[in-house]
C-alpha cells in the first residue's frame, strides 16, 4: 500500500496520527422469487405463468482496519444522499477520515461538506479496499443459502440417532437431537429406539430431543428419568442440557 502511495494520500489530505481512519464501499444485494409447487391433476403438465420481478438493496460497510470494527447500513439506492447518510452516520461514531473508490456520488459537493476527510483510491485498485473482504464472506453466506433451498430434508426422524449408533455399534452415553418443530416421522419411535439402544449395549444412554420451534411436543418416556424434551431454545438451554446428561 505505500509504494501505491496510500500514506502519501493520507498526508496530503492532512490525516493525522490518531484520527480513525474506515475503508468504505458498497454492495448491490438481490432477492429472486423462490419457485413453489402446485398441484395438477396427474399426467397434466401445469402451465403458469410467471412475473419474474427482482428487487434490490444496496449494503454500505464501513471497515476500521486498525480494530476490525465494521459498520454497515441498508439503503433503497445509491447516490449522494445515501452517501451523505451515511458519512453523517459514522462521522457521529468518530470516524474522521473515508478511503473509498472514484464513484460519481463520493466526489458530490454534499458529500464532500458532511466534515469528514475522504480519500480517493487509484481506478482499478479495488483490492486496497479491504471491505472486498466482508463482500466475500456475504457471497458466500448467500451462495449457501441457495444451496440449502436445493436440499430435500424431509421429516425428522428423531430415532435415527440410536439405530445408527446401533448399525455401527458406537457406544455412546447421551443422544442430543436438535430439530425446528418436527420431533417423530419414522417407523420405530425414539423412546423404543433408545430401549433397544441400552438392551444391546448394557449403557444407560439417555436422549434429549430438543424442539427449536415447537410449540409443544411429547416424546420422553414419564417415567424415564433418562429422557427429557426441551421446547424452545435460549441461554440457558446448553448449561440446562448438560447438568441433565451429567447427573447421575
Known sequence: MEKRGFREALTAQGVRAGQRVVFVDEMRVGLIGQVRRRWTVRGVRLCQRVERSYKWRYLQVAVDPLSGEVWWRWSARLGKEAAVAALSEWRALGVAVVVWDNAGSHRARAVREVGVELVYLPAYWSE?????????????????????????????????????????????????????NETWAGDVHPVEALWQYRERTGIPAKLVVVGMASTGFSIADPNDAGMLDVVGFDTAAPNAIADFIAAL
Open 128 to 180: 486496497l479496499n479491504l471491505v472486498a473482504r466482508v463482500f466475500c464472506a456475504v457471497r458466500c453466506c448467500v451462495a449457501c443459502l441457495d444451496l440449502c433451498r436445493t436440499v430435500q430434508f424431509g421429516a425428522t426422524d428423531c430415532a435415527q440417532p440410536m439405530l445408527w449408533a446401533m448399525r455401527h455399534r458406537v457406544e455412546a452415553d447421551a443422544f442430543v437431537v436438535y430439530t425446528d
